[in-house]
């Protein structure tokens, strides 16, 4: 890649987070009040448990990593941000399952809680300092790693880790959904990564939960082929959904602009999905879905619903009786969804159980409520009609259209089965894997031109 030749379209691209007025912070909008190490709450959502149980913090020199012989992944961070200094920190867990910070020179941080039930914050150098604008930092995964994260970060994130039980610790991570967290008046994001010990790679960067610093990645590989690439989301996307999703708060009436999180002097810092912003505020959506839901659930009594099931299966007629749909071959019902089954697709009636055929109903199923197609025409086959059509009508999940208006390249997923889609071939996955990889290449700031 022609990097410097780049650089000079990608400078000056991505755009300031907007500064929201006194009037307006009190209003639609939520602002964030960060605290300590005693606020952070440990949730399963923001906890990675590992393994490791030591009385202290260890940490090992990169020549004494005996794991190093095995594989191995070169890693580069590109700063195209033109905020304050940025910092990555490379985290996951081991081959012993033990919480893992890998720094630039290859040596590691193995944290430990000490055995305490609440959070101890890790006071080890675990970040890595990003250079300055328009430049890139070089370094080595010495081994594998799963459920691993690479954070970035406009300031200093806080970790901490705390006892798990049966000698175990786990990692308490920055949480978008506690408002009092350390870290909450920070903006951050992070790309998904697990590198396995057969040397196959899967990062991914996702809006399933928030919009933060704007992230992009490509990979290249050693067997020849092309070098995968995800632009996902534009620089600057996050302070325009900000602002979209606020005007849709004002047009109906619901609180769209308290996904919009800002810290205290009104600086706008990320956006909450509809999920996650529920976890804040359990009531402001609640009966969003409702009418949506009564009608499809009408509509459905007196025709079929189709839904194509892309397997063998093929086609599956459902029809609903009452506050019920059942489908052919399907021993479960989908009772009527709830705002938050809807928002997350994987609880009451979206539940990831059942069989084969019951998790392929349900995905297309949730899809097609998340896009509000099931009442257009057409609509009574699923998936059936194009993108087009998605997010056309109300109500509907304008967070996703928003993700969705501004990806470059349409990748990264702005709710779980956003791969469903008519004919299998749209790529909406924020994903690069390889079973060859070369080497990772992670864009902060402004995408690859």
């Known amino acids: 890649m022609k990097f410097m030749s780049i650089m000079a379209a990608l400078l000056g691209v991505a755009m300031a987070a907007p500064s929201l007025n006194a009037r307006t912070r009190g209003s639609d909008i939520t602002v964030v009040h960060p605290g300590t190490v005693k606020d952070m709450k440990v949730t399963k959502e923001n906890t990675l448990n590992g393994t490791y149980h030591d009385a202290k913090t260890k940490i090992v020199a990169a020549t004494s990593i005996s794991e190093r012989a095995g594989q191995s992944l070169p ?4 700063n195209n941000f033109s905020g304050k200094a940025v910092n990555a920190y490379v985290v996951g867990l081991d081959s012993q399952n033990r919480v893992t910070f890998v720094r630039q020179d290859g040596s590691v941080v193995y944290p430990s809680s000490g ?7 890790i006071t080890a150098n675990i970040k890595i300092a990003l250079p300055a604008q328009g430049q890139r930092l070089s370094m080595t995964l010495p081994f594998p790693l799963s459920s691993a994260r690479i954070y970035f970060s406009e300031g200093e994130l806080q970790f901490a880790m ?6 175990r610790d786990g990692l308490v991570q920055p949480s978008v959904t506690n ?16 590198f396995t010990s057969d040397g196959v790679i899967y990062a991914n960067v ?3 939960d928030f919009v933060g610093m704007i992230l992009s990645m490509s990979l290249t590989t050693t067997d020849g082929s092309p070098t995968q690439v995800t632009k996902a989301l534009a620089a600057g996307s996050m302070a325009n959904i900000c602002n979209e999703i606020r005007t849709q708060g004002s047009i109906d009436g619901r609180p769209w602009g308290k996904m919009c999180v800002a810290d205290a002097s009104g600086k706008a810092i990320r956006v909450l999905s509809p999920g996650d912003y529920t976890v804040i505020d359990s009531q402001g959506f609640s009966t969003y879905w409702d009418s949506y839901v009564n ?25 609903a009786s009452g506050n019920s749909m059942t489908c052919d071959g399907d021993n479960l019902a989908f009772n009527k969804p709830t705002a938050g089954d809807i928002w997350g697709c994987n609880s009451g009636p979206f539940s990831n159980t059942g069989s084969d055929l019951h998790k392929a109903i349900l995905a297309r199923l949730c899809a097609a409520f998340v896009r509000s197609t099931l009442l257009l025409s057409g609509g009574n086959v699923q998936p059936h009609l194009s993108s087009a059509s998605y997010y056309t009508v109300n109500p509907t999940n304008h967070y996703s259209r928003l993700v969705h208006k501004y990806e470059v390249d349409g990748k990264g997923y702005a709710f779980p089965y956003d791969d469903v889609n008519p004919d299998g071939n749209e790529n909406a996955s924020g994903t690069v894997s390889s079973g060859h990889p070369g080497t990772l290449t992670v864009y902060v700031g402004a995408p690859p031109a």
Do not use: H, M
Request: hydrophobic share 35%; net charge neutral.
């Open 75 to 78: 890693f580069q961070f590109v």
């Open 162 to 167: 705390v006892s798990i039980g049966n000698g």
């Open 295 to 319: 009608q499809v659930y009408a509509k459905y009594s007196t025709q079929p619903l189709t839904i194509n099931t892309q397997g063998s299966a093929g086609n599956v007629n459902c029809r």
């Open 115 to 121: 055995g305490s039930g609440v959070p101890v914050p």
């Open 206 to 208: 996702s809006y399933v």
């Open 179 to 194: 408002l009092s967290d350390p870290s909450a008046a920070l903006n951050w994001g992070f790309v998904e990564l697990t």
